[in-house]
């Protein structure tokens, strides 16, 4: 069946709130970390500002970036849920084939980083020079892709009132 807009929204709640977690918990080490001296730079004093310090900044602070960006996701996926939602009213079939919606993950990881920007979360430039890019593009593409083979995999087949109720939890 396809999934009515309530259902499409509690999915992404969700599935954010669930496997996302779970899965910025575990990648987060493991990502690559610009070096601190970057990741404070805005915080510090001119004159230790002038001092690069030569190791990757603190977990605590890539788990932060990590988290912010996963809220930021999931809160910024309710407006394109409803955005694609009403895109879907076009077509004949009124849904997407399963590909379109592992693609959208392309427009949405560009908005999400420029609003990481613009409200304040990530210093630095916008453009790919940006210290944190690297780990954010592995963040958001591997959280994206987990998400996605999630709700078109083990969802359906482990939650079958999910499944037949337009993808409605409650």
Same mark, same amino acid.
């Given at each position: 069946m396809t999934l009515t807009l309530s259902g499409r929204? *509690?999915?992404?709640? &969700?599935l954010g709130a669930t496997v996302g977690v779970v899965w910025t918990a575990i990648i987060t080490p493991f990502l690559p970390r610009p070096p601190a001296f970057y990741m404070s730079m805005t915080s510090m004093p /001119? =004159?230790? /500002? /002038?001092? !690069?310090?030569? %190791? !990757?900044?603190s977990i605590g602070e890539a788990y *932060? /970036?990590? %988290?912010? =960006?996963?809220?930021?996701?999931v809160v910024l996926g309710l407006g394109w849920e409803v955005l694609y939602h009403f895109l879907q009213q076009f077509r004949w079939d009124k849904d997407w084939p399963p590909i379109f919606t592992l693609a959208v993950g392309v427009p949405e990881a560009i908005v999400l980083w420029l609003v990481l920007h613009v409200i304040g979360l990530e210093y630095g430039s916008i453009g790919l020079s940006s !210290?944190? &890019? +690297?780990? %954010?593009?592995?963040?958001? =593409?591997?959280?994206? +892709?987990?998400?996605?083979?999630? $709700?078109?995999? !083990?969802?359906? +087949?482990?939650?079958?009132?999910?499944? &037949? $109720?337009?993808?409605?939890f409650v």
């Open positions: 929204l *509690q999915t992404r709640l &969700f /001119m =004159t230790r /500002m /002038m001092l !690069p310090i030569l %190791f !990757p900044s *932060q /970036m990590t %988290f912010e =960006t996963l809220g930021l996701m !210290p944190n &890019f +690297v780990m %954010f593009i592995w963040d958001f =593409t591997t959280t994206w +892709v987990l998400l996605w083979l999630a $709700e078109t995999g !083990p969802l359906k +087949v482990l939650s079958l009132r999910w499944r &037949f $109720e337009g993808g409605t």
